[in-house]
């Protein structure tokens, strides 16, 4: 799937410190299958022939990633929709390789299986996140010291 990706805010994330949890946010345009038909035609001779038709359309959709940062075990939390049909994960979440903490940036590897991973890196003073396939998303830190009801 072919993602054109636009971001919605940038929203600072503090240097210095490790957040618990980052929630970033994107809005993305992608090429959707809607439909389509098959056919099997036998001519005289008993040859076969077959033919498909796609029907595609272009929607937005919206997407929503967390990050786990902090300890021993980093994860993302992805949709779906934006992760390889062969992957290994823990409910969602996929680990995160090769984690770098600067000032001005995040920069980690998701693992989504032995053969397949995508590079992204969080710029701590905008908060836009990218990805290695051109994704974009606005990340924040998430307040998980309280409830939100």
Same mark, same amino acid.
């Given at each position: 799937?072919t @993602?054109? *990706?636009?971001?919605?805010?940038a929203?600072?994330?503090?240097?210095g410190?490790?957040?618990?949890?980052l929630?970033?946010?994107?809005? $993305?345009?992608?090429s959707v299958?809607?439909g389509?038909?098959?056919?099997?035609v036998?001519?005289s001779?008993?040859?076969?022939?077959?033919?498909?038709?796609?029907d595609t359309?272009?929607?937005?959709i919206s997407?929503?990633?967390?990050l786990r940062?902090?300890?021993?075990d980093?994860?993302?939390?992805?949709?779906?929709?934006?992760?390889?049909?062969?992957?290994s $994960?823990?409910?969602g979440w996929?680990?995160?390789k090769? @984690?770098?903490?600067?000032d001005? +940036?995040i920069?980690g590897?998701?693992?989504?299986?032995?053969?397949?991973s995508?590079?992204?890196?969080?710029?701590?003073? *905008?908060?836009?996140?990218?990805?290695?396939?051109?994704?974009?998303?606005?990340?924040?830190v998430?307040?998980?010291?309280?409830?939100? +009801?």
């Amino acid at each position: 799937m072919t @993602l054109l *990706t636009s971001a919605i805010l940038a929203i600072s994330i503090h240097s210095g410190s490790v957040p618990d949890l980052l929630v970033c946010r994107a809005s $993305s345009v992608a090429s959707v299958e809607t439909g389509g038909s098959s056919a099997v035609v036998t001519d005289s001779d008993g040859s076969v022939l077959t033919g498909r038709s796609v029907d595609t359309e272009v929607r937005e959709i919206s997407a929503v990633i967390q990050l786990r940062l902090n300890g021993d075990d980093p994860r993302v939390n992805l949709p779906r929709f934006l992760a390889p049909q062969v992957a290994s $994960s823990k409910g969602g979440w996929y680990r995160v390789k090769d @984690l770098e903490m600067k000032d001005d +940036f995040i920069r980690g590897k998701v693992v989504f299986n032995f053969m397949q991973s995508s590079r992204f890196e969080i710029d701590r003073r *905008t908060g836009i996140l990218t990805s290695g396939n051109g994704f974009l998303a606005s990340c924040e830190v998430a307040d998980v010291s309280e409830r939100k +009801f």
